[in-house]
């Protein structure tokens, strides 16, 4: 089971950016895919974006393409979300996830870690 631990939300102005940290440990944590997803009050978690375990493919939802940035640090086996011109409906829990599907659905991921806190102000 791959442990994850996030960093790096807070609170923010709406055009403003954040970079949000996750740091994946255990047995083959390097092979799996990383993602983020994110949850608001009254509402589902939703997939945000993903990459896979080489850092050479992404994916991202629509509503944030142009706007976040996912990365991988291989040799730290950390993944990164540059989020720019952020939008107060971009308020949310964000989870750094797990999968082992290409490409993930939110049902794929199957370990998570226990959230960071990203507010966005208007």
């Known amino acids: 089971q791959v442990q994850l631990v996030e960093s790096g939300g807070g609170l923010v102005q709406a055009g403003g950016s954040l970079t949000l940290s996750c740091a994946a440990s255990g047995p083959a944590s390097s092979r799996y895919v990383l993602g983020w997803l994110r949850q608001a009050p009254g509402k589902e978690r939703e997939f945000v974006a993903a990459?896979?375990?080489?850092?050479?493919?992404?994916h991202y939802t629509d509503s944030v393409k142009g706007r976040f940035t996912i990365s991988r640090d291989t040799t730290k086996n950390t993944v990164f979300l540059q989020m720019n011109s952020l939008k107060p409906e971009d308020t949310a829990l964000y989870y750094c996830?797990?999968?082992?599907?290409?490409?993930?659905?939110?049902?794929?991921?199957?370990?998570w870690g226990q959230g960071t806190q990203v507010t966005v102000s208007s």
């Open positions: 990459i896979m375990s080489s850092g050479g493919l992404t």
């Open positions: 996830a797990a999968a082992t599907r290409w490409v993930p659905t939110s049902d794929d991921f199957i370990s």
